[in-house]
């Protein structure tokens, strides 16, 4: 019955090294989502975001099952990565001008399953 003991303590150090880190939640830096239909229809959505400074943002509502997430076309100034059912954008330190990038979406709204394709255009704030 020695193990539970040593149990409880590994979760107990476990829990005070996590607290130690600093969640960061990712910004505010996409205000309006226009959701998308999965039914080959094309959404436009607007990111702002600091110099340096990155974007996670889910793309899943309460209603839709996303199967798969890919890169049509990526970003030319920051970097993209395609996280779950997500995306993470990392903007360059020294942003100048505008950045866009396109992702397909395949996955199934209700009963209807589908694709569609999202545009982000990135503005510096």
């Not at 100048?96 to 982000?120: C, M, P, W, Y």
Request: net charge positive.
């Amino acid at each position: 019955m020695r193990a539970r003991p040593v149990l409880l303590l590994a979760v107990a150090v476990a829990a005070s090294a996590a607290a130690g880190r600093a969640a960061h939640a990712s910004p505010l830096c996409i205000k309006e989502r226009t959701p998308f239909a999965f039914s080959n229809d094309t959404v436009k959505w607007t990111m702002s975001i600091a110099p340096g400074a990155e974007c996670i943002q889910g793309l899943r509502w309460s209603y839709m099952q996303i199967f798969n997430v890919s890169v049509v076309s990526g970003p030319s100034r920051g970097q993209l990565a395609v996280v779950g059912s997500g995306f993470r954008y990392s903007a360059e330190n020294q942003t100048r001008g505008t950045d866009k990038f396109t992702l397909l979406i395949s996955g199934k709204n209700g009963h209807h399953a589908g694709t569609s394709t999202l545009e982000v255009e990135v503005n510096p704030q």
